[in-house]
């Protein structure tokens, strides 16, 4: 049999990709950054916050950077917040009220962060800025 070199590299293709392992959760059970969507609007006052709810389930929540507080939604983040990640340029800050005020994290930068079970739990809002 003949086959053409197109068609063998192809078939060569197929196999590498369908061997290389898929990322999978860290020791932590967080998602790798990488794995996860960050985007950011066309004029950069809106991004997309993904938020590790559960070991197996992402939320994306698109926000408006600087003065939007988001409030978490209790049925979503039943385990309270496991990781999160957003784009480069921006940082978030986190807190135990549903307003974006008293107790909270200080900024945490992009990409992003794995949570410690304890902490994630009391985490309730979330705000963005730009650098």
Known sequence: MHFSLPLTILTALAAVTAAAPAPGPDPNGAFPADTWTRK????????????????????QIWLTVQHECVALDDKKFVNGVLGFSIPDGYRCRFWESKSCNGNGTPDIQAPGKVFEPRQGKVLNSFKCYKN
């Open 40 to 59: 950011v609007s066309k004029d950069g006052t809106r991004i997309a916050a993904s938020l590790q709810s559960r070991k197996d389930d992402r939320v």
